[in-house]
């Protein structure tokens, strides 16, 4: 008689502790809230706000494919600002944001951080957010739907921690309300 093989079993994916994954996700979907509302050409030349608004840490190798490359990143950002705008918790932060103008911000930060040929001219983090009130269960919120708009495209879960570890840095900049 033959051994079965080993069942596959329907698990949900695996989330890294709450605290720290919406930590580092959240820096994503709040990133460019401000920066969306102005035109990319501003008093900060375009090159000072990619440096600022891009961390220090390179991309993992791979990470750009991975997500799908330019059209994969933006389908991504489109489903986040699409949650973002309609979840009761946070979407009253974006009232004043323009949903398209924040979708190609953040495709193009994002192509920036995971190693893409794409170029980010928005403004840095901590000027973008300077004037919303930004909580850290704003930020984790933000960091859950953006989870789950990767989810939605099939983004690996450890894809996903590869991106967030990127964006970790950024909350510092982005969270307005101590």
């Known amino acids: 008689m033959p051994i079965p093989a080993t069942p596959r079993f329907a698990v949900p994916p695996c989330r890294a502790p709450r605290a720290a994954a919406l930590a580092l996700a959240a820096a994503l979907a709040t990133a460019v809230p401000a920066a969306a509302q102005q035109p990319a050409a501003g008093a900060t030349p375009p090159g000072a706000a990619a440096s600022a608004a891009v961390p220090a840490t390179a991309a993992p190798e791979g ?12 389908r991504i ?10 979840d009761e918790r946070i979407g009253p932060l974006f009232k004043e944001t323009k949903p398209q103008a924040l979708k190609d911000s953040l495709t193009d930060q994002i192509c920036v951080l995971s190693g893409g040929p794409c170029r980010y001219e928005g403004a840095d983090m ?10 850290k269960r704003d930020f984790n919120v933000l960091v859950e739907l953006l989870q789950d708009a ?9 894809q996903q921690s590869r991106l967030l570890a990127l964006l970790a840095p950024m909350h510092r900049d982005i969270i307005t309300v101590r």
Do not use: C, N, W
């Open 63 to 74: 990470l750009y494919d991975a997500l799908g490359g330019k059209p994969g990143i933006a």
């Open 77 to 86: 950002m489109s489903g986040l600002v699409d949650r973002a705008f309609k």
């Open 126 to 135: 901590k000027s973008a957010h300077a004037d919303l009130p930004i909580r």
């Open 150 to 158: 990767m989810d939605e495209q099939g983004i690996a879960f450890t």
